[in-house]
């Protein structure tokens, strides 16, 4: 075996435990692909009412507005509601109509929040 092999074996391991010891994993909460509009028409209304998510960067004129669809609206209203609320105990469901991912949703100006 070669040092240079060895060093990588070495590297390996080492590397993952300190990607776990940071403990921090990405994670954006979106709405999932399965569910029907009128479920996802719903847990809109809900993230952006009582749920207290901030939706403004989904209105007219603003960065997410676009791509002008049910299903990118309640995803940014999903991630919002779940980056505020999720170390007070929110969880990313919505009744299913949520799935969590770790790749980064943001796109052009529109940004999806991440909250350590
Ligand atoms: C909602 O977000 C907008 C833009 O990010 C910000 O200007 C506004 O103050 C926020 N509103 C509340 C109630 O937090």
């Given amino acids: 075996m070669t040092s240079h092999m060895l060093k990588i074996l070495i590297a390996l391991p080492l590397l993952t435990l300190s990607f776990q010891a940071s403990g921090e994993f990405l994670e954006w909460c979106i709405a999932d692909e399965q569910t029907l509009d009128e479920e996802l028409q ?3 209304d809900w993230a952006c009412g009582k749920g207290g998510a901030n ?3 989904i209105q ?3 960065p997410c507005y676009f791509p002008n ?3 990118d609206h309640a995803s940014y209203a999903f991630n919002n509601y779940y980056q505020r609320f999720k170390h007070k105990g929110a969880s990313c ?3 299913s109509a949520a799935i969590t991912t770790d790749l980064d949703p943001s796109h ?3 940004k ?3 909250l350590p």
């Fill in 69 to 71: 669809t049910l299903r």
């Fill in 55 to 57: 939706c403004s960067k």
């Fill in 93 to 95: 469901y919505f009744n």
């Fill in 42 to 44: 719903r847990a809109l």
């Fill in 112 to 114: 999806f929040e991440f």
């Fill in 108 to 110: 052009g100006s529109c």
């Fill in 60 to 62: 007219v004129n603003h």
